[in-house]
């Protein structure tokens, strides 16, 4: 059986619905290091450290 709407949707109910498909900024925290913008629970970028440990070298 397939869907079958009863009664047609409004634009305006229809948009109503679409309206929380917002796109947010990512959450941006200093890194404790060097002192950039990284995401928060990821390597940084710049020095490469996690948890205030070396993790990987960058050049």
Request: charged share 30%.
């Amino acid at each position: 059986m397939s869907i079958c709407p009863k009664n047609k949707s409004s634009k305006g109910r229809r948009d109503q619905r679409r309206a929380n498909w917002k796109m947010s900024a990512p959450t941006l925290v200093k890194c404790s290091k060097c002192g950039a913008l990284m995401q928060p629970h990821r390597v940084c970028k710049k020095c490469g450290s996690y948890d205030k440990k070396q993790v990987i070298d960058v050049d």
